[in-house]
């Protein structure tokens, strides 16, 4: 089985900047689809981004895009999500997830992290 594991996560001042990474077990990493998604307290879980296994095409949610960048580093089984000008509606509850495909459902990913969490303070 697929171990997922957040980090990064934290307080952070509306305008700021946090990079949060994922790391995934196995040797299957690189050809697995990432994806992040968040859950702000009294909410359903909502996409926020995903990337194919190369690298080579990613996805946002309207809410982050142009704010958010998602890059991984297979060498690392790493995925890392680099937020930029955060507000506070970017508070949640950051979930990192694996899958065989770069989908922006949440039953699109098999392997999900136990997330960490973001306060984005004005």
């Known amino acids: 089985q697929v171990q997922v594991v957040e980090s990064g996560g934290g307080l952070v001042q509306a305008g700021g900047s946090l990079r949060l990474s994922c790391t995934a077990s196995?040797?299957?990493?690189?050809?697995?689809?990432m994806a992040w998604f968040r859950q702000a307290p009294g909410k359903e879980r909502e996409f926020v981004a995903t990337i194919t296994d190369s690298g080579f095409s990613a996805h946002y949610a309207d809410s982050v895009l142009g704010r958010f960048t998602i890059f991984r580093d297979n060498a690392k089984n790493t995925v890392y999500l680099q937020m930029s000008n955060l507000k506070p509606e970017d508070t949640a509850v950051y979930y990192c997830?694996?899958?065989?495909?770069?989908?922006?459902?949440?039953?699109?990913?098999?392997?999900w992290g136990q997330g960490t969490r973001v306060t984005v303070s004005s």
């Open positions: 997830a694996t899958g065989r495909s770069a989908a922006v459902e949440v039953r699109g990913y098999d392997y």
């Open positions: 196995g040797r299957t990493f690189s050809i697995r689809s």
